[in-house]
């Protein structure tokens, strides 16, 4: 017997799920580009929390962010 498929998308096409009738799982079959910039970008951020969380009790990872804030805002200052 065949299985139907559902195929939704929350967000008018820049994502599309696709699901066996009567399953809650769902597979993900297309993400837009503006989507997965999004996404990487969220995980990001997730990464830099985790890290800045890390450092709290971590002397040497807390010495290398104030090393790269440093860099960072030396070359800002420089290139205006």
Excluded: C
């Amino acid at each position: 017997m065949n299985k139907s498929h559902v195929f939704e998308s929350p967000d008018g096409g820049k994502t599309i799920y696709r699901r066996t009738m009567g399953n809650a799982h769902r597979e993900l079959i297309f993400e837009a580009d503006e989507v997965k910039t999004l996404r990487n970008r969220v995980r990001d951020d997730q990464v830099w929390q985790e890290i800045r969380h890390a450092a709290e009790s971590d002397a040497q990872l807390a010495r290398m962010l104030e090393d790269v804030k440093v860099y960072y805002f030396l070359k800002r200052e420089n290139s205006y």
